[in-house]
């Protein structure tokens, strides 16, 4: 799901998505994805564990790029190694390094707890990018 206020914020420059520091956080069934929600404050039910640290981890190799008539936004798959944790949700945000300022992207609802135990957590991206763009025809 797509946070609301993602757009604006894309349309109006407050995020810039291939340079700003763009984090993905883990939560647990006890969180409540809303499309109304704004900022990184709002969101609950972090998880905690080892191999996991607050507030998540950092994408790197960002890259934003025309495929046909869609802009595609990727970047490198996470692991957390060697976690034990249980998380329901991952929660994308351009992190400003202040909760109530750093506005929400989007929200992945892995359909049921996702455990490990001592093993790798992954976050595996689509092979056709984590977020598309469609232009209208």
Known sequence: MIYRNFYKYI???TIDIDSDTIKVMLCDNSYVP???HEFKSQITGEVT???Y???GATLSNKSVALD???SKFDADDIIWGGSTLSA???????STGNDTTSPLIAVWDFGADKVT?????????SATG???FKAAA
């Open 11 to 13: 349309a109006d420059g």
């Open 34 to 36: 809303d499309i109304s």
């Open 49 to 51: 564990g080892t191999g």
């Open 53 to 55: 640290t607050a507030g």
């Open 68 to 70: 046909g008539n869609e």
């Open 88 to 94: 329901r949700f991952a929660v994308m945000y351009a």
């Open 117 to 125: 135990n001592n093993s790798a957590f992954e976050l595996t991206w």
């Open 130 to 132: 984590i977020l598309r």
